[in-house]
């Protein structure tokens, strides 16, 4: 994001904090935005203190707290979703605080709000994580706000949650554990081209929604090999069925330990994840990046 290709805005960050928001606040700032973070109490600030940044504190659940952080903005980007329920729920979450921030928006009179869907949710999915994300999308889609939505597949990239499991598990096995028969398909996007669309997202035509996925589309059997090649490690496959990875899942949560892998991720780590590339160009202006380019990035 240059300085001279955008129009300079006042935004806020929801979700500031995690993978995806500690990126986009750095890339907004050295491309001259003026950013507000959006963080809860409990929020670690640390990889954001160098930062020329104010900040909001609140949470998506206190609608009070919305209000006050979207005061004088120009957008919001919404960031905050959970995948895994510890102290909230999916619908609290990826819902109820969906709402709050549109009703904050509303009496704000902020203009554009980019939201951070997820590709293959639905709202006939089997699991309430999926419902709940696509009823989070359809909460712009029935306002009259200036809304994008972006869909992204799996994001990949230093300190990301998914790739930092994926990758542990690979060191630690040598017959690398895959869930099902490992056919399924998914197209997994690198940070960077994450966050070139999430600022592209800040000026495109409103009203829209775009898939956010890289030009690979490869099986879970060859993205696994093509990690641990990348890690220099030689390794195999261990196919685990699919009802076996559940129950195991279950018993952890049963016995209140929390599994490494939830119900609803298994659900999801069996089906193909994938989406059209061209959206990506459509938005940004320049293809995603093949993944042998940013490969060697993932193990600093
Ligand atoms: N990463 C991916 O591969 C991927 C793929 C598809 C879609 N997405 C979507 O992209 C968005 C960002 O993902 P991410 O990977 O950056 O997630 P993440 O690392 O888990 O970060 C989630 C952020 O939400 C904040 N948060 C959670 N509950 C909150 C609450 N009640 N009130 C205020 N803030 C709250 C967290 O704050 P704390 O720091 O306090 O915990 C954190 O800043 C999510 O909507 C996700 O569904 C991500």
Redesign the pocket.
Known sequence: MSRSRWRLVRVLV????????RHVVRTLVDAGHTVRC???P???LAPLADLAVTFAE????VPGSLKAAVEGMDAVIH?????RERE?TFEE?NVG?VRHLLEACERAGVPRVVH????GTSERHPTRYART?AVGEKVWRESDREYVILR????LGPG???TERILALIRRYRRVPVVGKGQNQIQPIWIGDAIRAIGAALQAPGRRTWELVGPDRLTWDAFVLRLAGGMGLSRRLRHIPAGLARAVSSVGALVGREPTVTRDELFFLQRDLVGRAEQFQDLVGEPSAPLETWLPRLFP
């Open positions: 929801t979700g500031s904090t995690g993978f995806l928001g959006f963080h809860r409990t929020s670690d609140g949470d998506v659940l960031l905050v979703g959970i995948l909230s979450v605080g951070l869907g997820a590709l994300k992204p597949s799996v994001v990301g949650d998914f």
